[in-house]
Nanobody, 122 residues
Framework: QVQLVESGGGLVQAGGSLRLSCAAS???????MGWFRQAPGEEREFVAA????????YYADSVKGRFTISRDDAKNTVFLQMNSLKPEDTAVYYC????????????????WGQGTRVTVSS
């Protein structure tokens, strides 16, 4: 069982940066971790994922080159550094965990956090 708690969301101007954190309880090191987001009136979409050992990452085209996912297993935490933010990045961001050595990009993850809201003003 893994419990996930996101933090770091907030209001930022376009072009600014935010760093989201996702703290995990329970066993963390064998899990692939992902970030997803859901904008108002939209379906939840994949943002980024990192595999169990941090050596592989994958990004949605919309955030590639601007967002960076990383993990610190000593702190049981996964991060999403978001730079050059755009108004279209406005959404609730969710952290997710899946017990796999792969790199899942669908939303079929085992565990989910409650989300943290990011608002980017123009």
């Amino acid at each position: 069982q893994v419990q996930l708690v996101e933090s770091g969301g907030g209001l930022v101007q376009a072009g600014g940066s935010l760093r989201l954190s996702c703290a995990a309880s329970g066993t963390f090191s064998d899990y692939a971790m992902g970030w997803f987001r859901q904008a108002p009136g939209e379906e939840r979409e994949f943002v980024a994922a990192v595999n169990w050992n941090g050596r592989r990452t994958y990004y949605a085209d919309s955030v590639k080159g601007r967002f960076t996912i990383s993990r610190d297993d000593a702190k049981n935490t996964v991060f999403l550094q978001m730079n050059s933010l755009k108004p279209e990045d406005t959404a609730v961001y969710y952290c997710a965990a899946e017990l796999t050595y792969g790199l899942p990009v669908s939303d079929d993850y085992d565990y989910w956090g409650q989300g943290t809201r990011v608002t980017v003003s123009s």
